[in-house]
């Protein structure tokens, strides 16, 4: 069975461009998670969506956004790029509404480096 | 607010040694712990969880101790292998409030085996 699977890999994007950042949950998975991780810091939430509606959002400004599929694949896009916004972006899925019980399974991460 | 911290930053132990990673959190609402652990360059996975009505917990080679009076949680690895080096992180979350949940990660503890 795949795991979370993310797109791309790697992200090279110039100060001031929009970014937009993929993720495909485990079959089965309702939820997904978006989470900024800085170097040398840890795992910041971003946003949470769950059944196609943001649920949930952390201490970001507006300029981070998403949104998921109907198949409850999610994008998250980042219009105008700051550098501070170079970071590792992970996403995680679970099931429907709570992570209780049930580990959030994590992606590989989409590197995002902005120059 | 919430926060979930790590009392030391770095780690070395010997390799077979018993490793302790700790953990603090400020959310006295929480009520679910996981410790994920952060291969260089890949997502977080699932190490070992626990409810907050539980104080201990044994998996395999790894158990996690939760004091809720101090709000403390570690993760103890026996016998630490190479491939034990990583990075860990601890995580809690609360019940759902108006549905919305999420994980609150602490910054990190790198553990290195020595050979």
């Known amino acids: 069975e795949a795991g979370v699977t993310q797109s791309p890999t790697h992200l090279i994007k110039t100060r001031g461009q929009q970014a937009t950042l993929r993720c495909s949950p485990i079959?089965?998975?309702?939820?997904v998670y978006w989470y900024q991780q800085a170097l040398g810091l840890g795992l910041q939430f971003l946003l949470w969506y769950d059944e196609g509606e943001e649920r949930n959002r952390g201490n970001f400004p507006p300029r981070f956004s998403g949104r998921q599929f109907p198949n409850y694949s999610s994008e998250l896009n980042v219009n105008a790029l700051e550098l501070e916004d170079s970071a590792l972006y992970l996403c995680a899925s679970s099931f429907f509404r709570t992570v209780m019980n049930t580990e959030a399974f994590f992606g590989q991460g989409t590197r995002l480096t902005v120059v | 607010g919430e926060s979930v911290g790590l009392h030391l930053p770095t780690l070395s132990v010997q390799e077979g040694d018993n490793s302790i990673i700790n953990c603090a959190y400020s959310?006295?609402?929480?009520?679910?712990f996981i410790w994920y652990k952060q291969e260089s360059g890949k997502g977080p996975q699932f190490i070992i969880d626990?409810?907050?009505?539980?104080d201990k917990r044994q998996g395999q080679r790894v158990t996690v101790l939760l004091n809720k009076t101090v709000k403390h949680l570690s993760l103890q690895i026996a016998a630490t292998q190479p491939g034990d080096s990583a990075v860990y992180f601890c995580?809690?979350?609360?019940?759902?409030?108006?549905?919305?949940?999420?994980?609150?990660f602490g910054q990190g503890t790198r553990l290195t085996i020595n050979p």
């Open positions: 995580a809690e979350t609360s019940p759902p409030i108006q549905g919305a949940q999420k994980l609150v």
């Open positions: 626990i409810r907050s009505n539980m």
């Open positions: 959310n006295s609402a929480s009520d679910y």
């Open positions: 079959s089965g998975h309702t939820s």
